[in-house]
């Protein structure tokens, strides 16, 4: 089982830069793909970014190529969501989530979530 501990999530002017973190505990695995997703208020839950935990794959939405960074640091069994050059349609919950898989799954279809963290891009 995994469990997963979102934070960093705020509120940040356009232009600037917020870092998420997600803290996974209990029995993690090589074949763990950890991904965030967002979800705004009246959208469908989508990908932002996916990471192999053994490995270091990672996998991008089209609209945070360039601007979002995901890394994990194996020590502190933490993932995390480098997020640069905010926009205000960036504003969401953000969600980490973990799944065994051989690939980064760019779906919804992941077993295990976090709480969410508010991020808020204001104009």
């Known amino acids: 089982q995994v469990q997963l501990v979102e934070s960093g999530g705020g509120l940040v002017q356009a232009g600037g830069s917020l870092r998420l973190s997600c803290a996974a505990s209990?029995?993690?695995?090589?074949?763990?793909?950890m991904g965030w997703f967002r979800q705004a208020p009246g959208k469908e839950r989508e990908f932002v970014a996916g990471i192999k935990w053994s490995g270091g794959t990672t996998s991008y939405a089209d609209s945070v190529k360039g601007r979002f960074t995901i890394s994990r640091d194996n020590a502190k069994n933490t993932v995390y969501l480098q997020m640069n050059s905010l926009k205000p349609e960036d504003t969401a919950v953000y969600y980490c989530a973990a799944r065994y898989a051989i690939v980064v799954i760019t779906t919804t279809n992941y077993d295990y979530w976090g709480q969410g963290t508010q991020v808020t891009v204001s104009s």
């Open positions: 209990g029995r993690t695995f090589s074949s763990v793909v």
